[in-house]
C-alpha cells in the first residue's frame, strides 16, 4: 500500500507500456491504422469496456483502467505531447509557402464547416446559440494524425491531393488557438449573453498579449538554451532541454489563464523557427508513436460503449451526418481548387471524420461549464466512431478517385488514337522518367520526332497538357505499339528502371517486331547481359556510364591529357560491349 501512494498510478504506466509493447508492432504487422487499433484497445480496456466487469471478474482488475484518476493523468500528458509534435510541424516558412490552401481552403473548410454542423444544432435540434457555436467549431476540425498516416501508407503525402489535405490541416491546428480561448472566454462570462462579446473580445486581447509575450521572451531563451547547452553534444541533455521547454511553456501559459495544451504548442512552434527543429524531431521520433499512442488510447477509454447500445440508430445518423457535411465542404473546395471531381470527393471522405483536438476542446469547455457534460460526452463518443470508420472511408475515396482517373485516361488514350495513327517513323520512347525527359531534350533539340509512352497517369497528364507527345501506356503490349508503327521506327528506346519490366518489354518487342532497332537502359552489367541475350540490340548499363564520367574526371585531375583519357575511357567501354556479347556468341 505504501508503495502503490508513493507512486499511484505505476500499474497504469505498466499495463500501458505491456499494451504498447504488444500493440505497435502487432498493428505494424497487420498494416491497422495504429490510431484506430489504439482508440479500439482503449476502449476495451477502459472503465466502460472491460472495465465494467472488474468488480464481478476481480483479475480484471490487473488489466483495465478501471479508475479515472489514472486516466487523466496519461492523457493530460498526451496532450500536451500531442499539441507539442504539432507545433513542431508547423513553421512560417512552411505556412507562407503553401498561403494559397492554408488560408485560402483551410479556412473557408473550418468556417464552412462550422457554420452547416453549428447551424444543424442550433435550427434541427433547439441548442443555445453558444453550444451550437463550440460544437460547430470543434467538429468542423480533422484528424492531422489518422489522415497524414493514411496518405503515407498510400505514399500520397507529395501528391497534389496530399499538398491540398495537408495545407487545409496546417490551418486546423492553427484554428485550435482561437477555440481554446473562445471557449475560455465563453466559460468566464457571466453577465449574459449581452456580455459575451465584450468578453470574448478582451479574453482575446489579453490572451494575443500573453501569447506574444512567451512566443518573444521564449524564443530568445530557448535558443540561447539550445545553443549553450548543444555544444556537448549529449543526447541526454538536449532530450532533457526538450522537457523542460515543453513543460515549462505550458507551465508559464497555465499561469496567463490560458491552457497547458496552447502552451506545448507554442513551445513546439518556438523550436520549429530554430535550427535545432531537425534535431528535435530526430530525438522525439522514437517516443512519437508511443506518445500519439498513449493520447488515443487515453482517448478510446474515454467512449462509454453503453451510449452506443442505448442509442445505436441516433449515433449512426450524427456520424454518417458529421461525415457527409464534412466531405461536402472539403470536396467542393478541392473542386474549386483545381481537384477532378474524383479526387475532391476522395479528398472530402478522408478528412471527414472529426478530429483528436476534439477531444481536449470538448474536456476543456465541459471543466470551464460551457457545455453539458451529457451533451459533450455525446460529441467525442460521435468524433471516436467517426475516426474508426476512417481508414475505411478512405479506401472507398481511393477506390472512387482511382476508377475514375483510370476511366478518364482510357477515354483520354481512346481520343489519342489518332494522333497514334500518324506517328509513322518517330523515336519511340518507353518510359518517360528522368533519363526519357533527357533524351526527349536532346532528340527536341535536333528536331527529331519521337513519341513516348509512360504508366505515371499525373505525370502523363501534365506532359500531355503541355502539348508533349507523351501518352498513357504501357510499351511492352504490341497492340500499342502497332498503334505508332513500331516496325517503321528509327529506333525504340526503353528507360525503365525496373528490370523485370525491361527485361518483359524486350522480350516481347523483338517476338513482335524483330527487325526494331531496341535501346534499352539496364541497371548493371548482369541486367545489361540478360537484356542482350533476350534481344536488345544496345544496352547500357547506368552503372557503368556514371562510373567511366567519375574515373574520367579524376584522370583528368591526376594531370593526364584530356584525348588520352577519353580513349582509355572508349576502350573500357569496349571491353564491356565485348564482355555482353560472349554468353550469345558461345551459345
Known amino acids: 500500500m505504501q508503495e502503490q501512494h508513493a507512486f499511484p498510478f505505476l500499474r497504469e504506466i505498466l499495463l500501458f507500456l505491456v499494451l504498447s509493447g504488444i500493440l505497435i508492432p502487432t498493428l505494424q504487422r497487420l498494416r491497422i491504422n495504429q490510431v484506430v487499433g489504439f482508440l479500439a484497445v482503449g476502449t476495451l480496456v477502459g472503465p466502460f469496456g472491460l472495465g465494467l466487469l472488474a468488480d464481478e471478474v476481480p483479475w480484471l482488475a490487473f488489466l483495465t483502467f478501471p479508475r479515472d484518476q489514472g486516466i487523466a493523468a496519461l492523457a493530460e500528458i498526451g496532450v500536451l505531447f500531442l499539441m507539442f509534435m504539432i507545433g513542431l510541424e508547423l513553421s512560417a516558412a512552411r505556412l507562407w509557402a503553401m498561403r494559397r490552401w492554408v488560408f485560402g481552403a483551410g479556412s473557408a473548410q473550418v468556417l464552412a464547416s462550422a457554420a452547416l454542423v453549428g447551424g444543424v444544432l442550433l435550427l434541427a435540434y433547439g441548442f443555445d446559440s453558444q453550444t451550437a457555436l463550440i460544437v460547430g467549431l470543434v467538429l468542423s476540425l480533422s484528424s492531422t494524425a489518422v489522415v497524414m498516416q493514411l496518405l503515407a501508407q498510400q505514399q500520397a503525402t507529395g501528391s497534389p491531393l496530399g499538398q491540398a489535405a495537408f495545407a487545409i490541416l496546417m490551418l486546423q491546428d492553427l484554428a485550435v488557438v482561437p477555440i481554446l480561448l473562445l471557449i475560455g472566454a465563453l466559460g468566464g462570462n457571466s453577465g449574459g449573453s449581452g456580455g459575451v462579446a465584450m468578453l470574448a473580445l478582451t479574453t482575446l486581447l489579453k490572451a494575443a498579449i500573453a501569447i506574444g509575450l512567451i512566443y518573444l521572451v521564449g524564443g530568445r531563451v530557448v535558443r540561447k538554451l539550445f545553443r549553450a547547452f548543444a555544444e556537448h553534444r549529449q543526447p541526454d541533455v538536449f532530450m532533457a532541454l526538450i522537457l523542460l521547454s515543453t513543460f515549462g511553456i505550458a507551465g ?336
Open 252 to 587: 508559464l501559459s497555465a499561469a496567463a489563464g490560458l491552457s497547458m495544451a496552447l502552451g506545448a504548442m507554442i513551445a513546439g512552434l518556438l523550436l520549429a523557427e530554430t535550427e535545432f527543429k531537425h534535431e528535435v524531431e530526430l530525438m522525439v521520433e522514437p517516443f512519437k508513436g508511443l506518445l500519439m499512442g498513449l493520447f488515443f488510447m487515453t482517448v478510446g477509454m474515454s467512449i462509454d460503449t453503453r451510449q452506443v447500445l442505448d442509442a445505436p440508430l441516433l449515433l449512426a445518423a450524427s456520424v454518417a451526418g458529421l461525415v457527409l457535411l464534412k466531405a461536402l465542404v472539403v470536396a467542393i473546395l478541392l473542386r474549386i481548387g483545381g481537384q477532378p471531381w474524383s479526387r475532391a470527393v476522395e479528398g472530402g471522405l478522408l478528412l471527414g471524420q472529426g478530429g483528436e483536438f476534439a477531444f481536449v476542446a470538448i474536456g476543456y469547455a465541459m471543466s470551464a461549464q460551457v457545455l453539458d457534460p451529457t451533451l459533450g460526452a455525446q460529441v467525442m463518443l460521435v468524433v471516436g466512431l467517426s475516426l474508426f470508420f476512417t481508414p475505411m472511408l478512405a479506401r472507398l475515396g481511393r477506390f472512387i478517385g482511382e476508377r475514375h482517373e483510370h476511366a478518364r485516361h482510357e477515354q483520354a488514350a481512346a481520343n489519342d488514337d489518332a494522333a497514334l495513327a500518324s506517328a509513322r517513323g518517330r523515336v519511340i520512347i518507353a518510359g518517360f522518367g528522368r533519363v526519357g525527359q533527357q533524351l526527349a531534350k536532346l532528340l527536341g533539340e535536333q528536331n527529331i520526332p519521337f513519341v513516348a509512352f509512360e504508366c505515371d497517369a499525373k505525370l502523363v497528364s501534365k506532359l500531355h497538357a503541355e502539348g508533349r507527345p507523351v501518352y498513357f501506356g504501357n510499351a511492352s503490349r504490341p497492340e500499342l505499339l502497332r498503334r505508332v508503327h513500331a516496325d517503321e521506327a528509327p529506333a525504340i528506346v526503353l528507360t525503365m528502371d525496373h528490370p523485370a519490366s525491361a527485361m518483359q518489354a524486350v522480350r516481347g518487342i523483338r517476338r513482335e517486331f524483330p527487325h526494331a532497332r531496341l535501346f534499352v537502359r539496364s541497371r548493371d552489367e548482369k541486367h545489361a547481359r540478360a537484356l542482350r541475350q533476350a534481344g536488345a540490340s544496345v544496352v547500357v548499363p547506368e552503372t557503368l556510364e556514371a562510373s567511366l564520367q567519375l574515373s574520367a574526371f579524376v584522370l583528368e585531375a591526376m594531370g593526364l591529357d584530356e584525348r588520352l583519357v577519353d580513349g582509355i575511357v572508349d576502350h573500357e567501354r569496349d571491353l564491356v560491349s565485348a564482355r555482353l556479347l560472349e554468353p550469345e556468341r558461345a551459345g
